[in-house]
């Protein structure tokens, strides 16, 4: 069956450290790639995603993620995290022609100032 | 611009009690809809979704129906509640059967006592 795993659950940094969150999907075909944000007491939003082109794709608020097809991977990076981006994130698969998102389970991210 | 609705925000039920959760979405047509259980350190659980009006794909057998009696109207139902119903609803919708994100509404948290 298709998955998603995100590697950890809960992330705590300090302020200007680096963030990167892991995600990794087994789907045997062409795949769209998303992560979704949701900030305390918000909905989910996109905040960034991929369907073809360049496997380095760049989203709202400094955030960027990179597609490895070979390691069926799509981590999330931020080269400096802020307090305001304490928040669950969500990575989420789709397969090519198909309706359907799959999610990964979410990682908390906890930025002391 | 598109807007999603839910409602209502809040619900505590009995065990037993019928539930209905609705779902509209406004400023498009022919829209995907899609009801997505959320729980903590388990990710977006999708529970139903609709190409169109009376098409209702179940992904996981339980407690709960859904249907779409009308082109941007989804609705989320149970005659009998559980306690294992007990979670957070989220509504989503797409454009078409194409690949792209997910819009989310900002949920429905259910208490079931």
């Known amino acids: 069956a298709q998955s998603v795993s995100q590697h950890n659950h809960h992330v705590i940094l300090s302020e200007a450290a680096s963030l990167e969150l892991g995600c990794n999907y087994s789907?045997?075909?062409?795949?769209?790639l998303f992560w979704y944000v949701q900030y305390p007491g918000q909905h989910l939003q996109l905040l960034l995603k991929y369907f073809s082109g360049d496997p380095l794709v760049k989203g709202i608020k400094g955030f960027e993620a990179e597609f490895i097809k070979s390691k069926f991977s799509f981590n999330l990076r931020k080269p400096s995290v802020q307090w305001s981006d304490t928040a669950e994130y969500f990575c989420?698969?789709?397969?090519?022609?198909?309706?359907?998102?799959?999610f990964g389970k979410g990682t908390m991210l906890l930025v002391s100032p | 611009s598109q807007t999603i609705h839910q409602w209502p925000a809040t619900l505590v039920q009995p065990v037993g009690s019928p539930l209905s959760l609705e779902c509209t979405v406004e400023?498009?047509?022919?829209?995907?809809l899609y009801w997505y259980r959320q729980a903590a350190g388990r990710g977006l659980q999708l529970l139903f979704y609709s190409v169109g009006i009376g098409q209702i794909s179940s992904e996981v057998p339980q407690n709960l129906s859904a249907s779409r009696p009308q082109d941007r109207q989804f609705i989320l139902s149970s005659k009998k509640l559980l306690l294992s119903d007990s979670g957070f609803y989220l509504c989503a919708w797409k454009q078409g059967p194409s690949t792209g994100e997910l819009f989310f509404g900002e949920g429905s948290r259910l208490t079931v006592l």
């Open positions: 789907y045997g075909g062409t795949v769209n």
């Open positions: 400023g498009t047509s022919n829209p995907n």
């Open positions: 989420a698969v789709s397969l090519t022609g198909y309706s359907t998102l799959t």
